[in-house]
Nanobody
Framework: QVQLVESGGDSVQAGGSLRLSCAAS????????MAWFRQAAGKEREGVAT????????THADSAKGRFTISKDNAKNEVYLQMTSLKPEDTAMYYC????????????????????WGQGTQVTVSS
């Protein structure tokens, strides 16, 4: 079955950096959209960045542009989120998500587009 396993979350000081990883298994990795979302306490889940594992096309949310970068390694079936210049407002549970079936009427950073989700990894940024 499809599995997504995140890692790399940690507690860091503002201005610090982290690299999140998502290991995918159970489906054909090489031609799908994968994404990172985050959910802060008491808030809705929001899209951070997405990448097409075939073309390498990416989209980053405005909150992530210039600070976060999504990337992939098809040989390892992994997707990454490099986060720099972290701010306290980046504190959240970060989730990896995969759209396995083709076609969707939802936007690339929309929660309902993605059928499979990891368990999340916590990022805490202190001031």
């Amino acid at each position: 079955q499809v599995q997504l396993v995140e890692s790399g979350g940690d507690s860091v000081q503002a201005g610090g950096s982290l690299r999140l990883s998502c290991a995918a298994s159970g489906y054909t990795f090489s031609y799908n959209w994968m994404a990172w979302f985050r959910q802060a306490a008491g808030k809705e889940r929001e899209g951070v960045a997405t990448i097409h594992t075939g073309t390498g096309a990416t989209t980053h949310a405005d909150s992530a542009k210039g600070r976060f970068t999504i990337s992939k390694d098809n040989a390892k079936n992994e997707v990454y989120l490099q986060m720099t210049s972290l701010k306290p407002e980046d504190t959240a549970m970060y989730y990896c998500a995969a759209q396995v079936s083709g076609g969707s009427r939802y936007g690339l950073l929309s929660v309902p587009r993605y059928e499979y989700w990891g368990q999340g990894t916590q990022v805490t940024v202190s001031s």
